[in-house]
């Protein structure tokens, strides 16, 4: 309505932009689909037919709200109000968004009319319901068989739970509209079915616009395994309602094998909010400079898999910056520049040894993990393993130092051959790793190192030799730019919903002047992330001195301590310290 545009062309205008978004962000579909066809009204109407045959759909008589000013029955979404749970204000006529509880809107206190304003009065008309009580059993059974070694997440399983113990009642399957699936039924011509009835039906629609032989993934539940993703809000209508609506309907429907739930991703120190202009969205991220694989590295970095987490424009940086930039793209760089610069391009010739066997030993190690963690869907986990091999190559690197050794006698040379050969394999085992993450960087990084076809397409559970002695390698640079502070200040400013700053809440990070200097507190999570970098930092710079390593490389790992010191200093509002030096006599 406020566009001005029919539901259809609303539809089809979105399904554009979405898609748009998706390709940017590099993720494929075998059928990007939508509910808006033939497929979903024929599938959504034989499953509610066999639910009506078979007892599990009621009638009853429906109070709903309806504003008298705009002579129309209210969707939940035209119904705005006080949640009766939580007291937020700004609650939905179906769900409220704080709390997550359902809500029928005339439970809302203080409803009020989205399109006028006006308070809205309650009004019967006659409504089907899916008898979930009539199911719970069914429903019970198949948990009872599901649940036992699945990799439903911890929340999924609790928010399923809580709804069962609570008792199931009759849902509301349709609605006063005239935009929907139709509901084959005398007497209800002028009603739809409610999007949560049937929207999850298209799962199984979409499949059939894509192949005619659906069938074999949705009604063969001994055969397929459902993986299903979905943020915490949605997981009633998935392992709840529609497992309720396939049981019912009694046609051998594959039901959800694992449901993963994450927590909420929060935007800095508070919520997205698009009203407000608070937080970036996903028609955004390409317009902010930064590419879409380092989106992605950053979003999984933080998925928030066990509870909730928030993206920080500072951590961004802060990751970019050591994880991607000094950890993963310096290793990386650095062997294939090793190659180029001492062997001319060609892998050289390895002779392993009892170093080199513990080093393979520590990477097939994380190898393992990587595998055991995506098996149970720990996608952010897993991320993690990927960035602990690049440090142990670093290490390897830096404890080896082949640009010394390639200038020494026949042994020397031939240990930095072996160094070499083995650092850029780890390279080209991280190309093949990262690629569900960052396809754009395992893509570049195939090509410098030549990476042959076979290896990209499988990842063993044993680190493998794909880049034997000889095998010629291509032309090698840098696979990630640094995020400057002020570039990101601007995002920050630019995506922190420009309220005036009199009135606004400190933020992730808030400015206070003194009469001494000004200077950056920072939230206490940025304050911990701070913290850990200067420990590992700390690490780092300990364990080069340990090993003696080069002057000119502890000096450098020492700056980067140091400007890591004077940056948690800052987000503690710390004075900065003043370089200590020997005080004249």
């Known amino acids: 309505m406020e566009e ?49 045959n078979r007892g599990f759909v009621l009638q009853d008589t429906v109070e709903q709200l309806r504003c008298e000013s705009c002579a129309r029955f209210l969707a939940d979404r035209f119904v705005e109000g006080v949640c009766p749970f939580c007291g937020y ?15 029928n809107a005339i439970e809302l206190k203080n409803p009020q009319c989205k399109l006028c304003r006006s308070c809205p009065v ?38 399923i739970r809580s709804w069962l113990r609570d008792g199931l009642k009759p849902r509301c399957i349709t609605r006063d509209l005239k935009w929907g699936t139709p509901v084959p039924l005398e007497g209800f011509e002028n009603k739809v079915f409610y999007v949560w009835f049937d929207a999850t039906f298209g799962y199984l629609s979409i499949t059939a616009n894509y192949t005619d032989q659906w069938e074999k993934w949705w009604k063969n539940p001994e055969q397929v395994n459902l993986y299903q993703f979905m943020a915490k809000d949605n997981v009633p209508f998935h392992g709840l309602v529609f497992p309720c609506s396939a049981l019912g309907a009694e046609d051998n429907y594959t039901l959800v094998s694992h449901l ?26 390409q317009d902010t400079g930064i590419p879409a694989d380092i989106w992605r590295f950053y979003l999984l970095y933080i998925r928030p898999e066990g509870q909730d987490s928030a993206f920080s424009w500072t951590d961004m940086l802060l990751k970019n910056n050591s994880e991607l930039l ?27 040894t009892s170093d080199d066997q513990r080093l393979l030993a520590h990477v097939t190690l994380e190898l393992h993990h990587y595998h055991q963690l995506l098996e149970k869907v720990r ?10 091999i690049s440090r142990h190559g670093n290490q390897y690197i830096q404890v080896n130092e082949p640009w010394k050794r390639i200038k020494g006698n026949e042994a020397d040379r031939q240990r930095a051959g072996t160094v070499t050969g083995l650092a850029v394999n780890i390279a080209a085992l991280l190309s093949i790793m990262l690629q569900p993450y960052m396809p754009t960087v395992s893509t570049t990084i195939a090509a410098q190192l030549q ?56 933020t992730d990070v808030e400015t206070v002047t003194t009469d001494v200097e000004t200077v950056t507190t920072a939230g206490p999570q940025q304050i911990k992330v701070l913290m850990d970098e200067v420990t590992k930092q700390g690490n780092i710079v300990r364990e080069l001195k340990a090993q003696k390593a080069d002057k000119n490389q502890v000096a450098a790992e020492v700056a980067k301590l140091l400007e890591l010191k004077k940056q948690l200093a800052l987000a503690e509002g710390k004075p900065l310290e003043t370089p200590k030096g020997k005080k004249k006599k």
Not at 452 to 475: E, K, M, N, V
Request: one cysteine or more; proline letters at 5%; charged letters at 25%.
């Open 4 to 52: 001005g545009l029919t539901p259809q062309e609303i539809c089809d205008k979105f399904h554009v932009i979405h898609a748009d978004i998706y390709r940017w962000f590099n993720i494929s579909f075998d059928i990007f689909g939508r509910t808006t066809t033939p497929q979903q009204t024929e599938i959504t109407q034989d499953i509610f037919q066999r639910l009506w």
């Open 89 to 103: 204000e700004e609650a939905r006529g179906d769900q409220c968004d704080k709390c997550g509880k359902l809500i």
């Open 122 to 159: 309650v009004k019967s008309s006659q409504h089907l319901f899916l008898d979930l009580p009539k199911l719970e059993d069914r429903l019970e059974e198949w948990l009872g068989k599901t649940l036992p070694g699945s990799d439903w997440t911890p929340n999924a399983r609790f928010i």
């Open 260 to 285: 993963i739930a994450t927590e909420y991703l929060n935007y800095e120190d508070g919520k997205f909010s698009k009203s407000r202009g608070v937080g970036v969205f996903g028609d955004m991220a």
């Open 326 to 352: 000094n950890n993963l793209g310096n290793f990386i760089n650095r062997a294939g520049m090793f190659v180029s610069k001492f062997f001319g391009g060609y892998v050289p010739e390895m002779v392993l």
């Open 379 to 388: 996608i952010r986990d897993a991320l993690r393993s990927i960035l602990t």
């Open 451 to 506: 990476l042959p076809l076979p290896a990209c397409s499988i990842l063993s559970t044993d680190f493998l030799c794909t880049l034997p002695a000889g095998h010629q390698i291509g032309t090698v640079s840098p696979l990630f730019q640094k995020l400057e502070n002020d570039q990101i200040e601007s995002l920050k400013q630019r995506f922190g919903g420009g309220q005036a700053k009199a009135s606004r809440k400190p």
